[in-house]
């Protein structure tokens, strides 16, 4: 069982936007900018594409937005395509009994 | 260009142990925290451990301490997983990870580069 609950699935049309929520309790956010998200492809290895709540590395569409309100983050891909059709993963840094990097349980994006 | 490639993957019965190797290129190996995180069949992801630079820290997941030790060689560019007392939950594909430092600042829950992957089954 992840730490972070993400929705199983989402789906939207091109051209439309669609957000992921992430949420976790007070001690899954050991501090507020601790999210992050991953873009995965099948076969391939996650990517970053937000850190830090809403930050975009480098390279990265800002299609893709991030944002965080009390113990839930959110995802939001605006203009979908085709492309973005992949699971999403978030993170973030908890406090159990140490501190843990830890994941939500992914999100399957399909694009309609 | 960053590349992080793993090995030392394959099939050990519950019980044995295993290590995996991920050899990195294109950047300053000895500057940066490095990770392992795996990735289930059911495609969970679950941080494994890390390791500062200069490896006088490290940190583990509660379900593998005591059993995996990690470990870098920094005149070799390369990140270790000694996996020891092998279990059927252990199996996924283990992934190194570099630490992603954005802004200034280097969280523990950003990582920027990734391999592709080795894939450990514990199975009799």
């Known amino acids: 069982q992840s730490a972070l609950t993400q929705p199983a699935s989402v789906s939207g049309s091109p051209g439309q936007s669609i957000t992921i929520s992430c949420t976790g309790t007070?001690?899954?956010?050991?501090?507020?900018?601790?999210v992050s998200w991953y873009q995965q492809h099948p076969g391939k290895a996650p990517k970053l594409i937000i850190y830090?709540?809403?930050n975009r590395p480098s390279g990265v569409s800002d299609r893709f937005s991030g944002s965080k309100s009390g113990d839930t983050a959110s995802l939001t891909i605006s203009g979908l395509q085709a492309e973005d059709e992949a699971d999403y993963y978030c993170s973030s840094y908890a406090r159990r009994i140490t501190l843990d990097v830890v994941f939500g349980g992914g999100t399957k994006l399909t694009v309609l | 260009e960053v590349q992080l490639v793993e090995s030392g993957g394959g099939l050990v019965q519950p019980g044995g142990s295993l290590r995996v190797s991920c050899a990195a290129s294109?950047?300053?190996?000895?500057?940066?925290?490095m990770s392992w995180v795996r990735q289930t069949p059911g495609k969970r992801l679950e941080w494994v451990a890390n390791?500062?630079?200069?490896?006088?820290?490290?940190n583990y997941v509660d379900s593998v301490k005591g059993r995996f030790t990690i470990s870098r060689d920094n005149t070799k560019n390369s990140l270790f997983l000694q996996m020891n007392s092998l279990r059927a939950e252990d199996t996924a594909v283990y992934y190194c990870?570099?630490?992603?430092?954005?802004?200034?600042?280097?969280?523990?829950?950003?990582?920027?580069?990734w391999g592709q992957g080795a894939l450990v089954t514990v199975s009799s």
């Open positions: 390791i500062k630079q200069d490896g006088s820290d490290k």
């Open positions: 830090k709540v809403s």
């Open positions: 990870a570099r630490r992603f430092c954005g802004g200034g600042t280097c969280y523990p829950n950003d990582f920027d580069f």
């Open positions: 294109g950047f300053t190996f000895s500057s940066y925290w």
């Open positions: 007070s001690t899954d956010f050991a501090g507020y900018y601790f």
